[in-house]
């Protein structure tokens, strides 16, 4: 049976903006190049540039993945029937499918001669199934203390490796809002940062950067992530930023009702610019907003809070 759209409906559904915004296939190579670019001259290059190499294997491991066992399509189902999130990392983590992706970055992946590298590698290589899952169960939860912050790079790279294709190799998936505003939809994990697009259909809208599987999903602007409140929202960037406020290619939100901020990364300002790179090498701002009172929800799963 035909369903008839009244005047009112027609108009929503044409300027309803697109909801998802799926990653490329190249992810983990523009992280890379865009980090190699970003470490020139940068206080963090040798970090920048550790991380850069780590996602260059990732993408190899993107475009050669391991035999592996996949996510049940049952499951994924049930969930997209009652609006949850398929590839939901709390209950995963637990199981054997990721695991693979983590054995094959670490066996392809050549550590830099440098002691605190190689001993995190060789303690990955060397961890039972059991532990593996169990810092995995940490970091994806946010609990970073619960496990060596020279590991979390090196986890972090293999988990997002295996949720990322998991998203972009599974059809037809309608995925719906999360209970939360910053909760993906695919995975339920937190947003890392937000982007605000300018080309096309996605022009000025704003799409929130999952911290694990790098789905976007949009949600509106001016509008706390976390408390939902616009009322006295501001936009932080750097003061030795050659950009004028309003000109910034990133900025943080910042909220006075739960003191908490989101950084964004503005396309029309940076037209390359990109969520997870722009992130690792702005972390002075997380410095100086840290010193004023706000906290950062928003994790990035390849650099452990006060880590080295």
Request: with cysteine; hydrophobic share 40%.
């Amino acid at each position: 049976m035909a369903t008839i759209l009244e005047p009112g409906e027609i108009e929503a559904a044409a300027t309803a903006p697109p909801f998802l915004h799926l990653p490329p296939p190249n992810l983990f190579t523009l992280r890379a190049l865009r980090l190699e670019r970003l470490a020139e001259g940068h206080p963090l290059a040798e970090y920048l540039r550790l991380i850069a190499g780590l996602c260059h294997e990732q993408q190899r491991l993107m475009d050669d993945p391991p035999d592996a066992a996949v996510p049940d399509p049952q499951r994924i189902r049930r969930c997209l029937e009652h609006g949850l999130p398929p590839f939901a990392a709390d209950g995963l983590v637990r199981e054997d499918a990721w695991l693979p992706f983590l054995h094959g970055l670490l066996k392809r992946y050549q550590p830099a001669a440098q002691p605190a590298v190689e001993q995190a590698v060789a303690t990955l290589r060397n961890a039972s199934a059991g532990q593996l899952k169990t810092w995995a169960l940490a970091l994806v939860s946010g609990q970073f203390s619960l496990l060596p912050a020279a590991l979390v790079p090196f986890l972090g790279a293999a988990l997002q490796v295996a949720w990322s294709h998991w998203l972009l190799t599974t059809p037809d998936l309608a995925l719906k809002p999360g209970s939360s505003l910053n909760q993906c939809p695919a995975c339920g994990s937190p947003a890392m940062a937000g982007v605000i697009r300018h080309r096309g259909k996605y022009n000025g809208l704003r799409y929130l950067v999952c911290s694990l599987c790098a789905c976007e999903w949009h949600v509106v602007r001016v509008k706390c992530v976390y408390c939902e409140q616009s009322k006295g929202l501001q936009y932080v960037s750097f003061d030795s930023d050659r950009h004028a406020a309003d000109k910034a290619p990133l900025r943080a939100e910042t909220c006075p009702g739960c003191q908490s901020y989101l950084k964004q990364i503005y396309l029309e300002c940076d037209a390359e610019g990109e969520a997870l790179s722009a992130d690792l090498s702005s972390l002075m701002l997380d410095m100086r907003l840290e010193q004023e009172g706000f906290q950062r929800p928003a994790p990035n799963l390849l650099l452990a809070p006060g880590g080295d």
